[in-house]
């Protein structure tokens, strides 16, 4: 099961009462602070949570599973997400 933008809009209405459009801007903004900070490069640290980085993959060989042709995947920023301690001993204890 995955949790949804509209489950976490959702369980603001229901939990503190926020009207729901309220908590659907919320929700936006947060997820788009986050992506914002990333696109400038930042470090966006959530205690307790993780921490989400910028990397970035070198250019590597690869192989076209088509064709078996190799080609170069060209080098690319990606996004990656580290889970904080609290996470994972909460997740280890289910």
Known sequence: MALTRAEITER??????????RAQ???DDFFESIAKSLERGEFV?????GNF?????????GRNPKTGQE???APRR???F????????????S
Request: aromatic share 12%; charged share 25%.
């Open 78 to 80: 990606v996004t990656t």
């Open 71 to 73: 080609v170069t995947i």
């Open 53 to 61: 980085e910028l990397k970035m993959k070198t250019a590597r060989p």
């Open 12 to 21: 603001l209405v229901t939990k503190y009462n926020f009207p729901k459009f």
């Open 25 to 27: 801007s919320f929700v």
């Open 82 to 93: 580290k889970a904080g301690q609290k996470l994972r001993d909460r997740i280890s204890q």
């Open 45 to 49: 640290k959530l205690t307790g949570f």
